[in-house]
């Protein structure tokens, strides 16, 4: 029997662009899965920029980027979080991700005030590639506005939009 760790290893490995240009190479199909998370959120939404929005209560939204986000830019080396407190306006600049191929930034894709970050990404900022949707979160926020989190795209209409923009 195969150890956990050793199958995310290999499943991390297999979701790799690498691999999947070899297979393009000799005409081999892939799909890119959106989530790697063993459950889906019901109150999660998602920005065009590859943020997911998770709604935990109501005025309290946990955010972090996609695994699509994360797949495609590949193994991240360091997170520069926002400042808890700080109030960002939607769509405004809060953060960036370094990974060994970009620098990307992060947006707000909402309106509030930071309450939190995840402390865990300062020394390991790899939890984002093993875990977008769960351990890898970045930050949460005191959401001004409920309609702002419900004008996000839903999880099928977010898989659509990358579809669309491949």
Not at 4 to 15: D, E, F, N, P, Y
Not at 57 to 78: F, K, M
Not at 102 to 116: M, N, Q
Request: hydrophobic share 35%; with cysteine.
């Amino acid at each position: 029997m195969f150890s956990v760790a050793l199958c995310r290893t290999v499943q991390r490995a297999l979701s790799s662009t690498y691999v999947r240009s070899c297979l393009a190479t000799h005409n081999v199909r892939t799909t890119r899965q959106l989530s790697t998370s063993q459950h889906r959120y019901a109150e999660t939404r998602f920005s065009e920029k590859h943020e997911w929005i998770r709604n935990e209560d109501g005025s309290t939204a946990t955010i972090g980027i996609t695994a699509y986000a994360q797949d495609t830019l590949g193994e991240i080396v360091y997170i520069m979080l926002p400042e808890v407190g700080k109030e960002f306006t939607m769509d405004e600049e809060c953060g960036s991700v370094e990974s060994v191929k970009a620098v990307s930034d992060i947006y707000c894709p909402l309106t509030g005030v930071v309450t939190e970050v995840n402390p865990k990404l300062g020394d390991e900022p790899d939890l984002v590639n093993k875990s977008p949707l769960d351990e890898g979160w970045m930050f949460k926020l005191k959401m001004s506005s409920l309609e702002q989190f419900n004008a996000l795209k839903t999880e099928t209409e977010y898989e659509e939009f990358i579809k669309e923009s491949e």
